[in-house]
């Protein structure tokens, strides 16, 4: 009996990839990442409370270079954070393009006050060096930040993200699709729900951000 308890417990606590996103609502911007959905809903703005710095987790990240690096080294300037792999056939490629346009759109006057982050979901495939063929691919300027980490400091920080994924058969990943924007101290400041490129938003956040420093 306490066998057949447990499984269904597993079973209702199982986010499964087919459910929609309605049934859950933790994950109504997440996407099979290889398959392009029908009913994919725009992204929504949403505000993320900001009380604690990402940069208080320890432990040391590997770069597209080789190098190690803490997330605390971040500090200083603006961080526009989104997590992929870069095996996906959809969905990241988005996020990433999206990334791009953003950082097109700035004023140049902002200069190296903000940087754009990528840390990827599949550090057993995503090596130093396949991350740096991906920013070569994506033609990623110096102000992008590649990092990979053990499995649990992935996990970690997906979770103070607010992201959720999961692997899934081949290789692919069922994967929560925002993009996030931090403040110099590391703090989440806004967050972008969803593939719909929303530029103008973005903008006005690092904007506003930028004149409160």
Request: hydrophobic share 40%.
């Amino acid at each position: 009996m306490m066998r057949l308890f447990i499984f269904l417990l597993g079973l209702l606590l199982t986010v499964s990839c087919q459910k929609t996103s309605h049934e859950v609502p933790a994950m109504q911007d997440k996407l099979l990442c290889c398959v392009k959905p029908e009913d994919q809903k725009s992204g929504q703005a949403v505000v993320t409370p900001a009380e604690n710095s990402l940069y208080q987790l320890s432990g040391s990240w590997q770069t597209a270079t080789g190098t190690t690096m803490q997330l605390k080294q971040l500090s200083g300037k603006i961080q526009v954070v989104a997590m992929i792999f870069t095996h996906c056939g959809y969905a990241c490629p988005r996020l990433v393009d999206n990334m791009r346009t953003i950082e097109a759109s700035l004023d140049p006057s902002v200069g190296d006050e903000v940087g754009f982050v990528l840390i990827s979901f599949d550090p057993a495939r995503d090596s130093s060096a396949q991350l740096a063929e991906f920013a070569r691919q994506k033609q990623l300027s110096p102000r992008w930040t590649l990092l990979r980490g053990s499995e649990g400091q992935v996990r970690e920080l997906a979770v103070l993200l607010g992201l959720q994924y999961n692997p899934l058969p081949a290789g692919n990943f069922d994967h929560s699709n925002a993009i996030t924007f931090l403040d110099e101290e590391g703090r989440i400041g806004q967050r972008l729900n969803g593939l719909n490129p929303q530029t103008d938003k973005a903008t006005h956040w690092i904007e506003k951000m930028l004149s409160t420093r």
